[in-house]
């Protein structure tokens, strides 16, 4: 199993856009809940989104509800994170990861990280 390898960040403008994908290998993908995490500097890192492995539930953290959206696509062994309306307090490192468990936001039932991706929002 390989790690997942995410990419898309870079340096926005507030009110801007950005779609974050992270991808990995069939076996490390298959059949698990998929999700995204943040790290501000001087902070920890956060739950942002999780999705199921058809794809047909999602769970958000309150403060990206509404402007971000994740989705997969299993043919390509990839995950979306589809970030709107982006705000300053948006910035960090923006990490995938997969679980074997049921969608939840709890950092320590997920594994295979990957390296990260940097995400700024100039104000």
């Known amino acids: 199993q390989v790690q997942p390898v995410e990419s898309g960040g870079g340096l926005v403008q507030a009110g801007g856009s950005l779609r974050l994908s992270c991808a990995a290998s069939?076996?490390?993908?298959?059949?698990?809940?998929v999700g995204w995490f943040r790290q501000a500097p001087g902070k920890e890192r956060e739950f942002v989104a999780a999705?199921?492995?058809?794809?047909?539930?999602?769970y958000y953290a309150d403060s990206v509800k509404g402007r971000f959206t994740i989705s997969r696509d299993n043919a390509k062994n990839t995950v979306y994170l589809q970030m709107n309306s982006l705000k300053p307090e948006d910035t960090a490192v923006y990490y995938c990861?997969?679980?074997?468990?049921?969608?939840?936001?709890?950092?320590?039932?997920?594994?295979?990280w990957g390296q990260g991706t940097q995400v700024t929002v100039s104000s």
């Open positions: 990861a997969r679980s074997a468990y049921e969608l939840q936001r709890e950092e320590q039932k997920y594994d295979y």
């Open positions: 069939e076996r490390t993908f298959s059949t698990y809940v």
């Open positions: 999705i199921s492995w058809t794809g047909g539930r999602t």
